[in-house]
């Protein structure tokens, strides 16, 4: 048996064309950027909701430990704007409000201090934001957000009309 | 001196340009907006420095987009089949029957534990320019479906 001999062949680099790749990947590109519009971070606000009338939730458990409920009147302007801020303490034998007028920094100022006053314990505080019917959700939103930097953690927008809750 | 015999060829070397261009390409690609089906991008939401990113444990997410008229807009995954008057609630009503009818279903996935469909995240996209009164009114109309768990969607500052 004879033995086989590959035959020699010239060595042949090869020429992959890549230009028309990179004219698409240019093409690609562009169409991306064009296109490309990054998104806002979005996050949540926590609150409460108002409690419903009757049933188990309303009913008081006689262990609960009632708690310390600030009870923040806001009057919206006819464009929708704050015009009044108010602040009781529920059950509070001095019952003259606090008047913050429509800062709200002072509404955070004033929170800030109750809430070391109660030195922070969050179960035992409550804000319930009375809310005019007209306030836009901008204000609402800076309202809760005040609330949550000031330490609160449970805090329940309703309707300054009782009836419409 | 003589110039240098026959042609020299020049070419660039266009291989790691082409690398970086695909990887430019991959970027964009992954950081495409990928649509979503529950998120109106029409809706301009207020800003806050307290709002915090979805908690990425909660199982139902439900959105509801609420426009500046108080209207809430449901997108094309929540009114699968139906005609264009049904993707919009007009009222407190509309959306406490509509919340019950998705409250029911959420019960009947989770093997009849209400408490499991109690505990849904309920997020409210509404706009910046809403009046209270139209946010609370879809508050409501939620809770009394039987959701609990209510929060309001924010830009993050």
């Known amino acids: 048996m004879s033995k086989k001999h590959k035959p020699s062949t010239d060595f042949v680099e090869p020429d992959l064309p890549i230009t028309p790749m990179l004219d698409m990947s240019f093409q690609l590109m562009a169409f991306f950027i064009f296109t490309f519009r990054p998104a806002p971070t979005e996050g949540q606000i926590a609150m409460s909701l108002p409690k419903q009338e009757g049933g188990e939730s309303a009913i008081p458990s006689p262990t609960d430990e009632k708690p310390e409920v600030y009870v923040v009147r806001v009057e919206a302007a006819s464009n929708g704007t704050i015009s009044r801020i108010q602040l009781t303490k529920k059950d509070d034998i001095d019952t003259r409000p606090v008047e913050l007028g429509a800062d709200i920094a002072a509404y955070q100022k004033e929170l800030q201090t109750r809430y070391a006053a109660i030195q922070g314990d969050k179960t035992k505080a409550k804000v319930t934001l009375e809310i005019q019917e007209n306030l836009l959700q901008d204000y609402v939103v800076q309202l809760l957000d005040n609330g949550l930097r000031s330490g609160f953690t449970n805090i329940a927008p309703v309707p300054l009309d009782p009836k419409k809750r | ?157």
């Open chain 2, 1 to 157: 001196m003589s110039a240098p015999s026959g042609p020299d060829k020049c070419e660039p070397n266009l291989v790691p340009m082409l690398d970086m261009v695909l990887q430019l390409v991959m970027f964009f690609m992954v950081c495409a907006n990928f649509v979503m089906e529950q998120v109106n991008e029409t809706i301009q939401l207020p800003e806050a420095i307290a709002a915090k990113p979805l908690d990425p444990n909660a199982t139902n997410i439900i959105f509801l987009n609420v426009n500046a008229a108080g209207e809430v807009l449901l997108s094309g995954l929540d009114v699968q089949g139906k005609g264009k008057d049904d993707n919009v609630l007009r009222n407190q009503v509309q959306v406490q029957q509509y919340m019950k009818r998705r409250f029911d279903e959420d019960v009947r996935r989770a093997n009849g534990d209400k408490d499991k469909a109690k505990k849904s995240s309920l997020i409210i996209r509404a706009d910046k320019t809403t009046p209270f009164e139209k946010v609370y009114a879809v508050m409501k109309g939620c809770q009394l479906a039987g959701y609990e768990n209510c929060q309001l969607r924010a830009i993050r500052r």
